[in-house]
């Protein structure tokens, strides 16, 4: 490696995406890096449908707020200060619970997911999540994320499902 990159917020070379109903901002790393490293903000009831990368290992760390979280069978309550693993094949997905936005920091090892992001997103004029969430219809959704590595094969987690987990958890 022979360059370094030190990224703030206030840079204006960093980008960030209304992305479905998030904010993302993408950091930037070495050039020399295949990492990629993104911080989303989501908003209460963020939930994606359940899908599986077969080619990224999904991990995060969550900076704010509390997610209930769903990989293969186990259900489980996370907030700041976990750090969430999930290795590709296995179908996942998550809602955001509580009353304040979650806070995440992915790390992956491919830009798949990035990709998506910007393939689907719009460049935000704003660090703040969009105040008008914009998704396509759900065929065109399928279609575009299976082209970046993300499979949809279930229903975003219910609100009710979340009940259930957090009942578990008291």
């Known amino acids: 490696m022979t360059t370094a990159i030190v990224d703030s917020p206030t840079n204006a070379e960093t980008q960030a995406w209304w992305f479905l109903d998030t904010l993302v901002i ?25 899908h599986v990368h077969d080619n990224l290992d999904d991990t995060w760390y969550i900076l704010e707020g509390r997610m209930v979280v769903r990989c293969g069978d186990a259900d489980l309550v996370v907030g700041a200060g976990h750090w969430v693993s999930m290795p590709r094949g296995v179908p996942h997905t998550f809602r955001v619970i509580g ?38 219809p759900m065929d065109e959704l399928v279609r575009i994320a299976g082209s970046h590595d993300l499979r949809p094969i279930g229903p975003p987690m219910s609100t009710q499902e979340c009940a259930s987990v957090l009942i578990g958890v008291s």
Do not use: Y
Not at 109 to 135: K, Q
């Open 26 to 50: 993408e950091h930037r790393c070495a050039p020399e890096m295949d990492t990629i490293v993104l911080e989303m903000v989501l908003p209460v009831d963020s939930a994606p449908p359940l």
């Open 99 to 136: 009353e304040h936005e979650a806070r995440i920091l992915l790390v992956h090892d491919n830009a798949s997911f990035r990709d998506l992001i910007r393939n689907l997103g719009s460049p935000a004029t704003e660090h703040v999540v969009p105040s008008s969430p914009a998704f396509p």
